[in-house]
């Protein structure tokens, strides 16, 4: 199993950046592929990015982030990131991170497909 808790959420101007950080508890945090997606009140949760298990092998993009976001990892220090730059009011949600036993390097857009959930962490953007 795997604990999994978000932070670096808060409030930014349009254009501006965060980055996003999930700590992961347990050994085994490099065998799980992981992936990032968001909730805005109203709407369904949604994928932003995945990240496969072997150090960053893989990763995949919601298009509406691709070439602002990058999803990373640091296995040292259990914790996968969400670089986010060119913050746009539509990036306002509660961010989620997620993961996966998996040892391949498929990355998944269904969050059906991922067993363990961080509680979330707020992002806003406003304009």
């Known amino acids: 199993q795997v604990h999994l808790v978000e932070s670096g959420g808060g409030l930014v101007q349009v254009g501006g950046s965060l980055r996003l950080s999930c700590a992961a508890s347990?050994?085994?945090?490099?065998?799980?592929?992981m992936g990032w997606f968001r909730q805005a009140p109203g709407k369904e949760r949604g994928f932003v990015a995945a990240i496969s298990w072997n150090g960053g092998g893989n990763t995949e993009y919601a298009d509406s982030v691709k070439g602002r976001f990058t999803i990373s990892r640091d296995n040292a220090k259990n914790t996968v990131y969400l670089q986010m730059n060119s913050l746009k009011p539509e990036d306002t949600a509660a961010y989620y991170c997620a993961g996966v036993y998996r040892r391949t390097s498929y990355t998944s857009r269904d969050h059906h497909e991922y067993d363990y959930w961080g509680q979330g962490t707020q992002v806003t953007v406003s304009s």
């Open positions: 347990g050994r085994t945090f490099s065998s799980y592929g």
